[in-house]
């Protein structure tokens, strides 16, 4: 008969195999198959676990900060804006580049540098929100000891991401990343995020509404693509509703508007720029002149069309239209944050369809929609339009009732070593 000592070192065996088994289990992460090189713009959504400045906020993540600061609609013209201080618990989008990595689409252009008493759980959980886990860094870093990490190690933090051919249902959309938080219900994020729960079920094809806190779920925000040439070096341009994109050296300032036309303009940093008028002409980049006629309306404007070896490519176009179009809308931008309402610390950016736009130099307050109560709808029959294939989602292979068979039969099994 086995001893007592043995009985317990299986039971505590078979007790580590199943919190594991059930940690896989509830936590779901929507990953895209890729086979090629191509990348895309995605972004994620990050609650910040402490004050930061913007320039620190944008170091963890190895970006832009004036990119940060665009697309969530923050006024990059603020003084030292880059040195303001965003506040613990606030929700931001985070502009990142999406790569094909060993087949499947993630971020790893993040690094980061280990400090005193830092563990892989808790640069994992406590630095990058949830949006990347323990064993994942482990993974990416090769470390086989997780528990000694050397102060001032860098270390390759994969992030998810999705691209989908940057479109869902046909339309241009950029896929958000977005760590479900114990409050969420699949209703209430397709209601924050101008979607539907069908669509959110379709992309990360789930097979019901019932989501956990912690699952990472990709979110399409509607967008605006650009049809810059292939040697631009902004090609494939693409601005998020509610959002704006700095691009040509941060010379230009690139929103998408009411009717999901890209809109650019110079931007408020604008300062030893390329020349932004358009030949033949006296407009500006981002001018638009009307003049009323019998037949219509003759709408003249001077557009942007990319960034080509250091200069500002505007083109100039003339069309008839039957009346003559109103003040240009473009979304409202707010002054950096300072504290965090409940709503900020979930909300993302307004869109001019929310707040029905502003005209340009006009910055109204920003108003968040409330969320709803989940619903149980079934899941569309595709994934998102031109995709490789519906989202592979890792989810729950046990019911609850063969999860609890499982336990039971563990449980027997111990009793035998008893």
Not at 49 to 64: G, N, R
Not at 229 to 253: E, F, K, M, W
Not at 354 to 375: E, F
């Amino acid at each position: 008969m086995p001893s007592t000592t043995t009985g317990a070192a299986v039971y505590h065996l078979i007790t580590a195999v199943l919190l594991t088994t059930i940690t896989i289990v509830t936590t779901k992460s929507t990953i895209e198959p890729c086979a090629n090189n191509d990348s895309c713009n995605a972004l994620l959504g990050y609650t910040l676990y402490t004050d930061l400045k913007v320039s620190e906020l944008a170091a963890l993540f190895q970006i832009d900060p004036i990119q940060l600061l665009a697309v969530n609609s923050i006024d990059v013209s603020s003084p030292d804006v880059v040195s303001h201080i965003l506040p613990s618990q606030l929700f931001v989008k985070i502009p990142i580049v999406c790569s094909c990595v060993d087949g499947i689409r993630k971020s790893v252009s993040t690094h980061y540098k280990t400090r005193p008493s830092d563990t892989l759980s808790n640069i994992a959980d406590a630095v990058y929100g949830g949006l990347v886990s323990a064993d994942q860094i482990k993974e990416a870093n090769s470390i086989s000891d997780p528990t000694v990490l050397d102060v001032g190690q860098s270390l390759v933090v994969p992030l998810p991401c999705t691209c989908f051919n940057g479109t869902d249902n046909y339309l241009p959309a950029i896929y958000l990343s977005y760590v479900v938080k114990a409050v969420d219900t699949l209703a209430g994020i397709a209601v924050r995020y101008k979607t539907t729960t069908t669509d959110l079920m379709g992309v990360n094809a789930l097979g019901n509404a019932a989501i956990e806190e912690g699952d990472i779920l990709a979110i399409p925000l509607s967008a605006c693509a650009s049809n810059f040439p292939r040697y631009a070096s902004d090609y494939a341009l693409s601005v998020p509703n509610g959002g704006y994109a700095i691009t040509a050296d941060h010379c230009v300032q690139c929103s998408c508007t009411p009717g999901s036309r890209l809109y650019c303009q110079p931007a408020s940093l604008s300062v030893s720029c390329s020349s932004m008028q358009c030949k033949s002409s006296n407009l500006m980049l981002g001018n638009v002149t009307v003049q009323q006629s019998s037949a219509g309306c003759n709408v003249t404007s001077c557009g942007y069309g990319g960034f080509v070896n250091g200069s500002i490519i505007t083109t100039l176009s003339n069309s008839l239209q039957p009346k003559c179009p109103g003040p240009q809308q473009v979304p409202p931008v707010i002054p950096p944050p300072t504290v965090v309402s409940p709503d900020m610390a979930f909300a993302p950016a307004p869109s001019p369809f929310q707040l029905g736009g502003a005209p340009i130099g006009s910055l109204p307050g920003s108003v968040v929609p409330s969320t709803g109560s989940s619903i149980s709808l079934p899941p569309s029959a595709n994934g998102p339009s031109g995709s490789v294939s519906a989202a592979c989602t890792l989810v729950n292979p046990f019911s609850s009732f063969s999860l609890s068979m499982v336990i039971v039969l563990c449980l027997k099994v111990v009793h035998l070593f008893l």
